[in-house]
């Protein structure tokens, strides 16, 4: 017992370090670094990378790669696209009052950029392994690009470990409590189903991962929004209130009302900075494993399409859950996380609590496919092929074993190694930059030349 006390202090500390403010201000500051270095591209070339992602979408294509473009962006924002979209947003707002949503939205479009260069890196030093399937991300960049292999199997072994938690164990574990609070369904039975969901997925590799979540993430995404969406034309007419209290708020205090405790400045920004990057993942290190898998032959054609993941899921999704929380006046209730969202949804529409629940679902589930395929590379770069098959049995095991357990300590291992992973990358990232100023340099000077 003792030793077991011991280590959870130990995770404790690690974790209070690894989401502390330093590596919140690197993650953020990464961000603005990289946004000066790429002339503001997630600006410039927002429209055209949109235009890239959801219209121009070319599903068959003879350049080297597993899956589309798009089929590596849903990969992505499946495992983005969570329970930080319904939970995190609700947690930021109930702890640092409604300016939290605007750090957020500041850290979603400085992580734009951070996605971008992520997946510049993630295609140009990516290999294709002995099946023949692409194998990309900071563990190669950091390998290939920097010469400093050591430092990608770290980024590997905390990737690995992390899947097994957030992207596992803790979000079977909110499905089964959501289920059974919802519709009275056993957390084993709920385990059990997902188990089989899960294995019938991720079994048959990232083509069927790339496949399922290409028609899953859409349906989820816009089934949340469209929920969401009736709620805020219910109440049109205060959503330019709602927009001007959201910017006064985080720069102003946020005074105590109804439930909420109020909230300093301080904290709306440092919830909105650590739930955005919670949400988003820009700087961590995920997103560029999906991306390496992507159909092209240019490192920054898939990078355009990649960094719309961030605006979807901070600009777009985070956005329409805190302007229903606001709109509602729930935000002040005293509740937090998923609970909170429920409340304001069912106060929104008759009902709305069975969308989020549903979202919650779904969202769940669709992490659960991109983190195991984050996981099973990472476990190919430490001990080859050979261990990916083992890997996912075992993934899927531990859906079921989540669903029923207490995930104390699981979700502070899980947190802490998350947080890790931005350390190896976000070296690689910065020591890399003039690698990825260049490729996005060639890129548009020889789209320019096309057009003369």
């Known amino acids: 017992m003792e030793f077991l006390t011991a280590f959870e202090t130990l995770i404790g500390k690690v974790g209070a370090f690894a989401w502390g403010p330093p590596m919140l201000i690197l993650l953020v500051g990464t961000g603005f670094w990289l946004t000066f270095a790429l002339r503001g591209i997630q600006f410039t070339q927002l429209f055209h990378s949109l235009y890239l992602a959801l219209v121009k979408r070319k599903e068959d294509t003879d350049e080297p790669g597993d899956i589309t473009h798009f089929q590596a962006l849903m990969t992505a924002l499946s495992a983005t696209v969570g329970t930080?979209?319904?939970?995190?947003?609700?947690t930021a707002i109930a702890a640092g009052g409604p300016g939290a949503l605007f750090w957020m939205w500041i850290t979603g479009l400085v992580g734009m950029a951070t996605k971008y260069a992520e997946a510049v890196l993630a295609v140009k030093y990516r290999v294709t392994d002995e099946n023949g399937e692409m194998s990309g991300g900071p563990m190669y960049y950091i390998s290939k690009g920097l010469n400093m292999p050591w430092l990608g199997t770290v980024f590997a072994v905390f990737a690995a470990i992390a899947a097994f938690g957030i992207g596992n164990m803790v979000q079977s574990n909110s499905v089964?409590?959501?289920?059974?609070?919802?519709f009275n369904v056993p957390t084993f039975a709920t385990g059990l189903l997902l188990m089989a969901f899960t294995g019938f997925v991720v079994l048959g590799g990232i083509k069927k991962i790339g496949k399922v979540t290409g028609v899953l993430?859409?349906?989820?995404?816009?089934?949340?929004?469209?929920?969401?969406?009736?709620?805020i034309l219910m109440n049109i007419s205060g959503v330019p209130g709602a927009l001007a209290f959201i910017v006064e708020q985080a720069f102003t205090p946020t005074a105590a009302t109804g439930g909420f405790a109020g909230a300093g400045v301080m904290m709306a920004i440092r919830m909105g900075v650590a739930r955005g990057v919670f949400s988003n993942e820009s700087g961590l290190g995920s997103a560029p494993i999906a991306a390496a898998a992507a159909q092209t032959k240019s490192p920054v054609s898939q990078a355009l399409v990649s960094m719309t993941q961030t605006f979807i899921d901070t600009i777009v999704v985070c956005t329409m859950t805190?302007?229903?929380?606001?709109?509602?006046?729930?935000?002040?209730?005293?509740?937090?996380?998923a609970e909170l969202t429920t409340v304001a949804f069912q106060a929104g529409i008759p009902?709305?609590?069975?969308?989020?629940?549903?979202?919650?679902?779904?969202f769940a589930y669709s992490t659960i496919l991109g983190w195991c395929y984050y996981g099973e590379k990472s476990i190919e770069y430490l001990f080859g092929r050979v261990a990916v098959m083992p890997y996912r049995i075992v993934f899927v095991i531990f859906v079921g074993v989540g669903a029923v357990a207490k995930l104390g300590l699981v979700w502070n291992l899980s947190d802490t190694f998350n947080g890790l992973m931005a350390i190896p990358n976000l070296i690689g990232l910065l020591l890399l930059t003039p690698v990825i100023v260049k490729e996005t340099n060639a890129y548009f000077k020889n789209k320019m030349t096309k057009m003369e």
């Open 84 to 90: 930080g979209n319904i939970a995190g947003v609700a």
């Open 176 to 182: 089964a409590d959501a289920v059974e609070a919802t």
């Open 217 to 231: 993430v859409p349906i989820m995404i816009v089934f949340y929004m469209a929920g969401a969406l009736i709620i």
């Open 322 to 337: 805190g302007l229903v929380l606001i709109l509602t006046g729930a935000w002040s209730s005293g509740h937090t996380g």
């Open 351 to 362: 009902g709305g609590a069975y969308i989020v629940t549903i979202g919650l679902i779904l």
